[in-house]
T-cell receptor, first 115, second 110 residues
Framework: EAGVTQSPTHLIKTRGQQATLRCSPI?????VYWYQQALGLGLQFLLW???????NRGNFPPRFSGRQFPNYSSELNVNALELEDSALYLC??????????????FGPGTRLLVL | QKEVEQNSGPLSVPEGAIASLNCTYS??????FFWYRQYSGKSPELIMF????GDKEDGRFTAQLNKASQYVSLLIRDSQPSDSATYLC??????????FGTGTRLTIIP
């Protein structure tokens, strides 16, 4: 069974640009979570999508947005990039909504560097 | 603000000894807790979860939850060099998301 996949693995952008990160969940998983892991700050919850809808969002500005497609894959967009957006962005999926979101399966991440 | 706190370490433990990782949380209404392991440069992977007060054992790993004292711990028996990683504690507080601690870096010394 294929795991969670993310693309690209690395992304280099300059301040003010936009970044698009992609995630494909494990087959059969409907929920996708996005996290930001900056150095020394741990995993910060960004967004949760389930069945195509945004279900919850963390304490991030509106320039962080995303969507979930009918095949449950997801996209994270970061507009007007700032230097502090440099981090590892992790996507995770879970089998169903409504249950505990703790059993999450993580992808390898996209490392975003903003210059 | 529901928070989960961990000592960032590093925690160094001799090979074969017991490694004890601790986590405290601020919300008495918390429901369940999860321990993830993250190797350097890799993504987190779930090791254990615990919902009820007391101990839960899985192989060399034991998770402990004390809701009255608001702490969670992970014990690793017979520590191996391959256990060297960052361990993330996460709590689910019923708000449809996980809240992660900053992680404890564990080093097993051969």
């Amino acid at each position: 069974e294929a795991g969670v996949t993310q693309s690209p693995t690395h992304l280099i952008k300059t301040r003010g640009q936009q970044a698009t990160l992609r995630c494909s969940p494990i087959s059969g998983h409907t929920s996708v979570y996005w996290y930001q892991q900056a150095l020394g700050l741990g995993l910060q919850f960004l967004l949760w999508y389930d069945e195509g809808e945004e279900r919850n969002r963390g304490n991030f500005p509106p320039r962080f947005s995303g969507r979930q497609f009918p095949n449950y894959s997801s996209e994270l967009n970061v507009n007007a990039l700032e230097l502090e957006d440099s981090a590892l962005y992790l996507c995770a999926s879970t089998p169903t909504s409504g249950g505990s979101p703790g059993t999450q399966y993580f992808g390898p991440g996209t490392r975003l560097l903003v210059l | 603000q529901k928070e989960v706190e961990q000592n960032s370490g590093p925690l160094s433990v001799p090979e074969g000894a017991i490694a004890s990782l601790n986590c405290t949380y601020s919300d008495r209404g918390s429901q369940s807790f999860f321990w993830y392991r993250q190797y350097s440069g890799k993504s987190p992977e779930l090791i254990m979860f615990i919902y009820s007060n007391g101990d839960k054992e899985d192989g060399r790993f034991t998770a402990q939850l004390n809701k009255a004292s608001q702490y969670v711990s992970l014990l690793i028996r017979d520590s191996q060099p391959s256990d060297s990683a960052t361990y993330l504690c996460a709590g689910y507080f019923g708000n449809e998301k996980l809240t992660f601690g900053t992680g404890t870096r564990l080093t097993i010394i051969p």
